[in-house]
């Protein structure tokens, strides 16, 4: 049995009876907390927002939004969390989150409500919060009130009182989450063998990379902002999960003058705050990295290990000359991100070997920006994304290194390598950029679908780039940009693998 603390009451639970691949957002419906919406299954919506109960950045307790639709039950099992049935303080009054929501008419069909109630409930409790942080509810869609009066209601908040109950839990230590084995039998036809699904939640980089040699083929979850999409809408079912929630080694950070060393399983959110604008290209990165209610559970290993082509994070890390650590029960290595990626979605890991570290260089480059074209600004898939890092000799005005990455317009994320080379050792001038520009416009092969043709996106390899020369040469950015860094305490709040 296992237990999972539900709205503030431990529940037992038989995982033998659960599917492994089974969401935190059907066990609460299947348990009657149908507050807890699906709307879309992928994360695009936040109708399934939920609390999670864990420590910050800062080992303090506090309330993290998530998708219950994308977090697995076996990643939260012996943790704990709050669903829109439990932010009421008491049976006979409305949480002012709620209450204010009323005021301002800030629910019409009622169906995103629910989520939109459990992200600001999160926003309310914010740790040193000077002010209502619009992108709290940046990951819940309205299709029919308008954000004007969900904002309103927002803002007419102000500090939770005193003797707030859920203040009182804050200054509880959040629960740790330690090892699990979630295994279900089906018994099948006769004479059929059962047949067995598990999830393996090891509690040690060590029994992880036991499990791994074991099971080479096990499918691992780190945040499952991906993942579950696949079970979701897929149907996607593996024998084996294992899921890297309770494995510490995986979420170290470590900074020093010249490199900054991050977990692999350490949640965005997390590390936009541990960074504290050490890397200004991925603080470019963060706003347009889909919502917070993402960021609170993806993390970096589990975005490159995917080996997605539109990627957000790797065009950036690209940029940066990231390179990987990889780890196996055989032993570790270090691969450049450059060598990392050898088709599509296919990677230079091994069988029984995963992403534990990603080393980024701290050292600035002269020129460095990220762009992202897609439908949206915010919250979407990207149809071209590219990250450029030029140094530029200051006294002899000359480049002495360029990278130039890009994202969805080859099978994978790749350097504009004859471009870099044309560029070095040449003054960063206008003539300069019409040598190279023919060079990006022949660098790939894109192919069409439904985000964007394929002459649309060779035609955007040169254009970001021309546009990332006039604004480095005027000092000024142009167009759509991310929103604004809310600080506090130096660094963007997150609430998240």
């Known amino acids: 049995m296992a237990e999972l603390t539900v709205n503030g009451r431990a529940l037992q639970i038989d995982e033998s009876r659960l599917d ?3 969401t935190v957002l059907d066990f609460l419906r299947d348990r009657g907390l149908v507050g807890t919406k699906e709307g879309c299954a992928e994360g695009e919506c936040g109708a399934c927002a939920v609390v999670i109960v864990r420590a910050n950045h800062n080992n303090q307790t506090a309330f993290v939004p998530v998708n219950s639709c994308l977090t697995l039950l076996g990643s939260v099992l012996g943790g704990e969390l709050i669903s829109v049935e439990g932010v009421r303080p008491s049976p006979e009054a409305l949480h002012p989150v709620q209450a204010a929501m009323v005021e301002h008419g800030g629910s019409q069909c009622g169906y995103c409500t629910p989520g939109f109630v459990v992200s600001m409930f999160a926003e309310y409790y914010r740790r040193e919060r000077p002010a209502w942080d619009p992108e ?5 869609l309205c299709r029919c009130t308008g954000y004007r009066p969900i904002r309103d209601a927002m803002r007419s908040l102000g500090a939770p009182a005193s003797d707030d109950r ?9 629960p740790r989450l330690g090892g699990l084995t979630q295994l279900r039998t089906r018994a099948g036809q006769p004479g059929q063998t059962p047949s067995k699904r598990q999830l ?3 509690a040690s980089l060590a029994e992880l990379l036991e499990h791994l040699a074991e099971q080479p083929t096990a499918k691992l979850i780190a945040g499952g902002t991906d993942v579950v999409v696949e079970i979701n809408q897929r149907q996607a079912r ?12 995986l979420r170290s950070f470590t900074k020093t003058a010249n490199v900054a ?4 399983g350490l949640n965005l959110s997390t590390l936009e705050h541990l960074l504290d604008h050490a890397v200004p290209l991925l603080d470019e990165l963060f706003p347009l990295f889909s919502s917070r209610l993402i960021r609170n559970r ?12 539109i990627g957000d994070s790797p065009p950036v890390l690209l940029a940066l000359d990231a390179a990987l650590e990889l780890r196996s029960r055989a032993g570790s290595r270090v691969v450049p991100l450059a060598d990392f990626f050898t088709g599509y979605r296919q990677t230079v890991l091994a069988a029984g070997e995963l992403i534990t570290k990603i080393t980024v260089p701290l050292q600035r480059p002269t020129h460095a920006h990220f762009y992202k074209v897609s439908k949206r600004v915010l919250d979407d898939i990207s149809t071209v994304a590219a990250a450029f890092a030029l140094d530029v000799d200051p006294s002899s005005g000359e480049i002495t290194k360029a990278r130039l990455a890009y994202g969805g317009v080859a099978a994978t994320p790749a350097r504009a390598v004859a471009a870099e080379q044309a560029l070095l050792g040449r003054p960063w001038t206008h003539q300069t950029l019409a040598d190279v520009t023919p060079l990006l416009s022949a660098a790939f092969t894109p192919m069409s679908d439904h ?28 167009g759509p940009q991310p929103p604004p860094v809310v600080t506090h305490a130096g660094a963007h709040h997150g609430g998240q693998p």
């Not at 060779?458 to 480095?472: D, G, I, P, V």
């Open 451 to 478: 985000r964007g043709s394929a002459d649309y996106r060779q035609a955007m390899c040169a254009r970001l780039f021309q546009k990332f020369f006039h604004e480095t040469t005027h000092n000024r950015r142009v």
């Open 238 to 249: 593996w024998p084996t999960l294992i899921s890297l929630e309770a494995v510490t080694e």
């Open 166 to 174: 859920f203040l009182a839990r804050l200054a509880q230590p959040a």
């Open 136 to 140: 709290a509810v940046a990951g819940n």
């Open 298 to 309: 993806a993390t970096l290993g589990g975005n490159l290990a995917n080996a997605s082509p």
């Open 20 to 22: 492994p691949h089974t």
């Open 261 to 264: 060393q991050i977990g692999a």
């Open 200 to 202: 393996l939640r090891p």
